[in-house]
């Protein structure tokens, strides 16, 4: 299961373990600097969130004291240390996603009510709640200027922004992966509808069909740091300055060389033993035993 942990500038994704057991704890720095955590507890082979001292959980019925997380769920939470909200998402690991063209559109609208070209039934998305508008070649999203609505693309909070081949437009659990000619989208709680026409991909099956590379589709980025690592790895761009002590190597101590009398030592031996043996052989000589 997919976990994404929204606050007021950005999304922050997490993978909890398809194994479930024992508890599993996500750590998550609120844009204030001060550090929380969520523990999710596995139970009955499905893991389980509860309100404490520390931490309230709310759905759309009021606060939530225990439940097990399903997919497509949506809690707010109140960290006890906090007075702002951040919003959990609950998501299938593996989402489908529905294909639609846009290649004759040159506007789109996007919110909950009217005559908008994708409706999503959720109770804190607006009428609408942002539009995309093709200028000068370029497709532009706006948010509808309101306050509380929070539109994210490639997970940060935006307000007006360029699309790019490959971006990803968050609102509400609702996602929509933006193609240029076409796009993708989730249906949470198939709460979604369109006036969109299905898209039909070029050639039929089994058809080996070649298209140009566009310059977008040369300079996409398939992948950032949130979907490459589970949790975003914290790095500190900061060099410090340290100083490293070496000790010297020791000096020779004086006395470390071999002492004469040891030196000459096996020499005086020697030609004590050679002197003696002569004056042997010089005696039996004169005592007539050679």
Known sequence: ?????????????????NKIEDAFVINYVHYSGKEESITFMAE????????????????DYGEVAKEALQNDSIYTVQ???????????????????????????????????????????????????????????????????????KVYVNSRRVRKTILHLGDVIFTNGLKII???????????NQKVSTTLSPHVGQGSSGENVYSPVKD????????????????????KEMIENKSIEIERPPQSMIGDDLPAFLSIGTTAVMGVSSLFTAFVAIARVGSGNA
């Open 178 to 188: 933006w193609l240029d000619t076409f796009l993708k989208f989730n249906a949470p």
């Open 79 to 149: 960290f006890s240390d906090l007075t702002d909200f951040v919003t959990l998402y609950c998501f299938d690991a593996h989402q489908e996603f529905y294909d639609y063209d846009i290649i004759d559109r040159n506007r789109l609208t996007v919110g909950r009510a009217g005559n908008l070209d994708i409706l999503y039934d959720h109770p804190k998305l607006g009428s609408p709640e942002f539009r995309i508008v093709q200028q000068n070649n370029n497709w532009f999203l706006e948010d509808n200027g309101l306050e509380q609505t």
């Open 216 to 235: 977008t589709e040369r300079s996409i980025v398939l992948y950032n740091d949130n979907q490459v690592f589970f949790h975003t790895p914290r790095m």
């Open 1 to 17: 299961m997919k976990i994404y942990l929204v606050d007021d500038y950005e999304i922050f994704t997490y993978s909890l373990p």
């Open 44 to 59: 009955d082979n499905m893991w389980v969130i509860q309100s404490s001292s520390e931490i309230h959980f709310q759905n």
